[in-house]
C-alpha cells in the first residue's frame, strides 16, 4: 500500500487549507474498509492523532482541532481530504496519512508527511 499526502505549506494564521491523501496499491475493497486517519507531529513532540474515518463515514477527532477541521473520505477514488479551518500556529507540524488502524489507534500503512506552517 501506498499513501500520497499533498496540500501542505505556508498559511496565516485564521487561514484555510486542504489536505489530500491518495492510497493505492492494494485492492479497492482492502483500502475501503479500512481507517484512513490524519496525524501529525510537530518540533519535538510526539505523532498525535488529528482525525480518522472509517470507510462508512465513522469520524473521531483530535479535540484540539474540533469544529475547525473536517475529515472525509472518496471511496471510488481511494481519498481521504483534511479540510482545515481557523488554522493556529499551533497548528503547524508535519501531517501524515495513516491506513489500516482504528479510530484511535495507528494502522500500519503512514505515507510521507507534509508540512503545514501556519505564521502569525
Known amino acids: 500500500v501506498q499513501l500520497q499526502a499533498s496540500g501542505g505549506g505556508l498559511v496565516q494564521v485564521g487561514g484555510s487549507r486542504r489536505l489530500s491523501c491518495a492510497a493505492s496499491?492494494?485492492?479497492?475493497?482492502?483500502?475501503?474498509?479500512?481507517?484512513m486517519g490524519w496525524y501529525r507531529q510537530a518540533p519535538g513532540k510526539q505523532r498525535e492523532l488529528v482525525a480518522a474515518i472509517t470507510g462508512g463515514g465513522m469520524i473521531n477527532y483530535s479535540d484540539s482541532v474540533k469544529g475547525r477541521f473536517f475529515v472525509s473520505r472518496d471511496n471510488s477514488k481511494n481519498m481521504v481530504y483534511l479540510q482545515m479551518n481557523s488554522l493556529k500556529p499551533e497548528d503547524t507540524a508535519v501531517y501524515y496519512c495513516?491506513?489500516?488502524?482504528?479510530?484511535?489507534?495507528?494502522?500500519?500503512?503512514w505515507g510521507r508527511g507534509t508540512l503545514v506552517t501556519v505564521s502569525s
Open positions: 496499491g492494494n485492492t479497492a475493497s482492502f483500502l475501503r474498509v479500512n481507517v
Open positions: 495513516n491506513l489500516g488502524g482504528t479510530l484511535v489507534r495507528t494502522g500500519q500503512y
